[in-house]
């Protein structure tokens, strides 16, 4: 065996789980990011918690609201795979994505895409500082989903959002 990165180790795992964090922003609008880091962490109480870059909006908006603040975690759809693509690649910042893209928002108070196969409904319990990453524990209010929308996965990397292949 060789040693490599743990990036490069992540290149090499030939497939990554894909999720949109929806948070709100100071408009009352829904700011989406897209992540593959996240993890249950248990189921009483329900948690799960997901990783996000420190410099990134979605953790200043979570940071800023810290405890309770609404947080939405979706399993985007086939139909919205490319547009889950550019939400990775572009800050909210400077682009309301949900405007922009044309992205179907449901779902009250904190919209989510309606193209989702899972929403998980939660509120942020904690943050961890984790190195260049804030990981938020978030515990789950309700769980939401549509068996006939087919989840998406990153291939090789990142650069290709798809479903698995049939009889997987």
Known sequence: MKQITLLESMKN??????????????????????????????????LIGFAMGK???????????????????????ESIADITLKCGSVSGRELDKVKEYGIEMIGAPLKYPAHSRFAYICTVESRVEAGVCNFFICKV???????????????????KLAPLPEGS
Do not use: M, R
């Open 55 to 77: 410099n990134s909006y979605t953790s200043e908006l979570l940071t800023k609201n810290d405890k309770g603040c609404p947080v939405v975690l979706s399993i985007p759809g």
């Open 13 to 46: 795992i030939p497939v990554h789980p894909v999720s949109l964090i929806c948070t709100p922003k100071p408009d009352g609008s829904t700011n989406l990011a897209a992540v593959s880091w996240w993890t249950f962490l248990s189921s009483n109480p329900q």
């Open 141 to 159: 209010d309700d769980v939401l989903f549509d068996e006939t929308v087919k989840q998406i996965f990153a291939w090789g990397g990142y650069g």
